[in-house]
């Protein structure tokens, strides 16, 4: 971060001190901007401008924020994500404030702490209140293990989720501008959601017509390879509150995922651009994600396509594997659909250290995998 330098592929031992990185998330709104934080109790907020071919000493991220986090002794960031500027009082806002939202947990506690935490250019401090989120051991480790932590569609919920954990949080900014938290609903408490597996992947899209934004389904994949699926809707009083009508809310009966394989992405869809499409930034980011249809994608390589049909709900409607499916043939995966060409996926394999890209137009009967190795 000193100079902004991208280093070579390989050069990773002139790292030198650097401290090590123990949190990271991206803007959802602006994917070009990232936060970070690291053993030196340092969070940074910086955007990424990307490399040059041959030039080293071009540019590659500018640094936006770097301030020391004042909080309890010994504390540990579990998760973090960027909030929605709506999120921001006017004196922060037009100081041109960072929001964000923290996960920690204190030493010897198994509370979990949301603190939020407005970054500028110069300084930061965290709202002084707590909203704490009691988790239960499932072991004997104190570790808090929590594997979701995102925003909802509309930015109304957060989500929580890991082992023995899945809550959804309302943040908002009251008439008199303080930001509070609140929670909406605890999956686990209301039963009957499994305890044991974990919650691993998470995403959220609307369902309601485009103009309705007071509507969020929430998609959730366990370690043991369900789905489940939440509507929330805007009730009396214009609060936020889960869906009470039937089949609103549960696990998905339709699911062929391998049982016992964690579900480990749950990705959107992108719409189809249109030809005339004007490919600048600004276009590229106002391409929308498909209501009504996702992808879940299993650790063994399995990948099922979901749309929601008005009469009979959520339907299965396609399923491929990248191999042959099987809890010994698991590895970490990491995907995401490409904008501008919708049949395409990006799949990053830790295990054999390859990126490639997954053609899926013809999938049922040519599935196309070009991977790259990556020199790690």
Request: charged share 20%.
């Amino acid at each position: 971060f000193e100079t902004g330098r991208a280093l070579p592929v390989g050069a990773s031992d002139r790292l030198g001190g650097a401290p090590k990185v123990l949190c990271m998330c991206q803007n959802r709104k602006d994917p070009q901007m990232f936060a970070t934080y690291d053993e030196l109790r340092l969070l940074s907020v910086w955007r990424w401008r990307g490399t040059e071919p041959g030039d080293v000493h071009h540019e590659a991220i500018r640094m936006y924020s770097l301030t020391s986090l004042d909080f309890p002794s010994g504390s540990t960031v579990l998760q973090m994500c960027f909030l929605p500027s709506a999120i921001l009082p006017t004196h922060v806002f037009d100081s041109d404030g960072t929001p964000l939202v923290l996960l920690t947990q204190e030493p010897g506690s198994t509370d979990l702490v949301l603190r939020v935490v407005f970054v500028f250019a110069v300084n930061s401090y965290a709202q002084h209140y707590t909203a704490r989120a009691r988790i239960e051991r499932q072991s004997e480790r104190r570790e808090a293990e929590v594997s979701v932590f995102a925003m909802s569609h509309s930015d109304r919920l957060l989500v929580l989720g890991g082992r023995g954990l899945l809550q959804f949080w309302k943040v908002w900014k009251s008439v008199d501008g303080t930001v509070r938290i609140n929670l909406v609903f605890d999956a686990i408490q209301a039963g009957p959601w499994p305890r044991e597996p974990a919650m691993v992947s998470c995403l959220g899209i609307g369902i309601a017509e485009e103009k309705d934004i007071h509507e969020d389904w929430i998609t959730i994949g366990s370690s043991d390879g369900c789905l489940y699926g939440f509507n929330f809707v805007r009730g009396t009083g214009k609060e936020i509150e889960l869906d009470s009508r039937e089949n609103a809310c549960g696990k998905f009966s339709a699911n062929t995922h391998t049982p016992g394989v964690p579900i480990q992405c749950i990705i959107g869809n992108w719409s189809a651009p249109s030809e005339s499409i004007d490919l600048t930034q600004a276009a590229y980011l106002r391409i929308p994600v498909e209501r009504k249809s996702f992808v879940s994608v299993g650790e063994d390589g399995k990948f099922l396509w979901w749309r929601m049909h008005e009469r009979c709900g959520w339907a299965r409607v396609r399923e491929i594997s990248m191999w042959a499916p099987s809890p010994a043939s698991c590895r970490s995966l990491a995907c995401i659909s490409s904008r501008l060409a919708p049949d395409l996926m990006v799949v990053a394999d830790l295990a054999s250290q390859t990126v490639g890209c997954l053609n899926t137009t013809d999938a049922e009967r040519h599935l196309t995998w070009d991977p790259i190795r990556l020199p790690l």
